[in-house]
């Protein structure tokens, strides 16, 4: 089975599951959940009810769509995300947001847990992602291109929306959330870096790190979404961290930042949704 019919296998089954029809789609990374509960829920659909479908296999990772209104706005939310780590290739690990795309999500709004590289970085603090490093770990287009869905070679000079991150940074200025910005680099991980790997991200412009997202983001930009991200910075990266780095630590960090986050990406769903 090639990537497109496995991709056009998963779209018709959920379909044929769920009558909803999703403007903005959002992925919940680790720790944040249970921002799931600030929807009005309409459906859900597990991932493992899925043929074919990649599993979330991390603790703090539900493994679930829920599908329902946020503000007025509809939505399908990512209740955890899978991860290349888990041992899903570049084009496992998207194939949920290929699918977000063809049910009709048109924005996509990315979180999640990052070391903070960026100098002066406190865990529990948000950074509105501007740009990405991505060369660290395999794209997901490689292979057949699904033209279907996008050309073959796609720019990524602004894969970020500036549009989007204006809303996100109002929100943050009248909410009173501190937000910084920055680079997002992805790694491949399940380990967490070393400290020279993590000077050399920094070297090369990173202000934060972490095993996901950024191939996400490659593959929305591909089928032509409107795409804004924001990491929450769990804990500080090796060797500017004083202690060994844990999940726990990361999970203990999402909860921490539960309430900013909530009013954070509600708000921000609420005026993204005018819109679409």
């Given at each position: ?19 909803s ?14 921002f ?27 493994g ?23 041992g ?5 690990a998207v ?35 501007t ?41 943050a ?54 795409i ?9 990266a ?7 780095l ?18 954070l990406?509600?708000?921000a769903?609420a ?6």
């Open positions: 089975m090639t990537e497109q019919e496995r991709l056009m296998q998963c779209f018709a089954y959920v379909k044929g599951r769920i009558s029809k999703p403007k903005i789609a959002l992925v919940l990374g680790s720790g944040l959940g249970r799931a509960s600030q929807i009005e829920v309409q459906e859900t659909l597990s991932y493992n009810e899925i043929p074919n479908f990649p599993v979330s296999t991390v603790e703090g990772h539900e679930r769509f829920v599908f329902g209104i946020c503000d007025g706005v509809p939505v399908a939310v990512m209740q955890g995300r899978v991860h290349m780590y888990e899903y290739t570049p084009q496992e194939l949920p947001i290929r699918l977000l795309h063809l049910l009709g999500a048109e924005i996509l709004f990315l979180t999640n847990a990052a070391g903070g590289i960026q100098a002066g970085m406190q865990a529990g603090e948000f950074m509105l992602i740009d990405q490093i991505s060369s660290f770990v395999p794209s997901p287009l490689r292979g057949a291109n699904m033209d279907a869905l996008g050309v073959r070679f796609p720019d990524m000079s602004k894969i970020y929306s500036e549009r989007l991150n204006q809303i996100i940074r109002k929100i200025v009248n909410g009173d959330i501190p937000l910084k910005e920055g680079v997002y680099l992805q790694t491949a991980g399940p380990a967490y870096e070393s400290p020279a790997e993590i000077r050399m991200f920094r070297t090369l412009g990173a202000d934060a790190v972490g095993m996901s997202t950024a191939i996400e983001a490659i593959a929305a930009r591909h089928c032509g979404m409107e804004c991200g924001v990491s929450c910075i769990s804990n500080l090796a060797g500017i961290s004083p202690h060994p844990t999940h726990e630590e990361v999970k203990e960090a999402g909860d921490k930042a539960a309430p900013q986050f909530t009013l990406v509600r708000s769903i005026e993204m949704g005018k819109l679409v």
